[in-house]
């Protein structure tokens, strides 16, 4: 059924959880970073996102945003995917994902999203 409440495990070792969708299919949840993401600053940082309603499309798109909560630095991802489920019923999220890091000044502004 494609929904994504729960907790969901990336390639690289990041994890995601995702509380319950609400009636109008937004959710909540954690992103905790993997060991790829390098360095300790990095801490379970709160998501909010919202998917397709699974009663009009199996396999939802879906987005979400990570704040992340760092010690010195402003930092936000979001990921825009979308939810698929194979014949056995195994679901698997495949997404993309831009983050943004904040700018000392505009003239630094062309390095800031990756």
Known sequence: QCLL????RSDTGCR???????????FSG????????GGSELLTSPLEGSQQD???VPQPI??????WLLRETARTTV????????????????AL?????GADSPAED?????
């Open 5 to 8: 409440s729960g907790s969901w």
């Open 16 to 26: 995601m959880v995702v509380y319950t969708l609400d009636k109008d299919n937004r």
């Open 30 to 37: 954690f992103y905790l970073p993997g060991p790829a993401a």
């Open 54 to 56: 699974t009663g009009l």
């Open 62 to 67: 879906f987005s979400f945003t990570v704040n």
């Open 79 to 94: 990921f825009l995917g979308q939810c698929y489920v194979d014949t056995s019923g195994e679901e698997t999220l495949h």
């Open 97 to 101: 994902w831009l983050l943004r890091e």
């Open 110 to 114: 062309w390095k800031a999203s990756w």
